[in-house]
């Protein structure tokens, strides 16, 4: 089994900045993709950004230029750095890793339990 866990959620006035972290741990051979996504009350769940396994990165329109992910492959760690915030980035956040398993090789996808985040207009 493979397990996600976040931290770094909280509440920050609007303009403030909150930096998310997430670990892998298990039963991992390497990770591919990893990245985060948000979902707001009321609304469906979102991409914000993901990154290959080669450091390529895509973020969502609406957070460009001031979130950034990054990943730590000997860490099993992908974090998302966000600045500038604003209360319509208010949203739990969830982070997600297609994982290729040992032995078999086979790859699967996981979400992490998800952590609120909440700014203050």
């Known amino acids: 089994q493979v397990q996600l866990v976040e931290s770094g959620g909280g509440v920050v006035q609007s303009g403030g900045s909150l930096r998310l972290s997430c670990v892998a741990s298990?039963?991992?051979?390497?990770?591919?993709?990893m990245g985060w996504y948000r979902q707001a009350p009321g609304k469906q769940r979102e991409l914000v950004a993901t990154i290959t396994s080669d450091d390529s990165t895509n973020y969502a329109d609406s957070v460009k230029g001031r979130f950034t992910i990054s990943r730590d492959n000997a860490k099993n760690t992908v974090s998302l750095q966000m600045n500038s915030l604003k209360p319509e980035d208010t949203a739990v956040y969830y982070c997600?890793?297609?994982?290729?398993?040992?032995?078999?090789?086979?790859?699967?996808?996981?979400w992490g339990q998800g952590t609120q985040v909440t700014v203050s207009s």
């Open positions: 298990g039963s991992i051979f390497s990770i591919n993709a």
């Open positions: 997600n890793c297609n994982v290729r398993r040992p032995t078999t090789l086979s790859t699967s996808v996981y």
